[in-house]
């Protein structure tokens, strides 16, 4: 009933700019926060950035001072601005939600498909 789905991914640079686009689709009745979390090859996933309905956001210690994440336009689509991306920055990147589908409907948490990031020179 609701879709996250990711675009933007791709190979770059060292040093390069990203950006990440996240789109909300479906059954949707509020938006409590959406985010960004990683995860590399044999390694957890982790915390990129969140960003709550009321506008607070929350980084991972490796996005802080390089990451940005905002939304696009509509209350349903966010972005993340990756500046001086670094090989250690590779990785899967999925979209996450915590979305209500209706009036009388819990809050419920939905992932995106994911999207690939490589860092390479």
């Known amino acids: 009933q609701v879709q996250l789905v990711e675009s933007g991914g791709g190979l770059v640079q060292p040093g390069d700019s990203l950006r990440l686009f996240c789109a909300a689709s479906?059954?949707?009745?509020?938006?409590?926060?959406m985010g960004w979390y990683r995860q590399a090859p044999g390694k957890q996933r982790e915390l990129v950035a969140v960003l709550s309905d009321g506008g607070s956001t929350n980084f991972g210690d490796s996005a802080k001072g390089r990451f940005t994440i905002a939304r696009d336009g509509t209350k349903n689509t966010i972005y993340l601005q990756m500046n001086n991306l670094k090989p250690d920055d590779t990785a899967v990147y999925y979209c996450n939600g915590v979305i209500r589908s209706g009036p009388t409907v819990g809050e419920l948490e939905y992932w995106g498909q994911g999207t690939q990031v490589t860092v390479s020179s």
């Open positions: 479906g059954s949707i009745f509020g938006i409590r926060a």
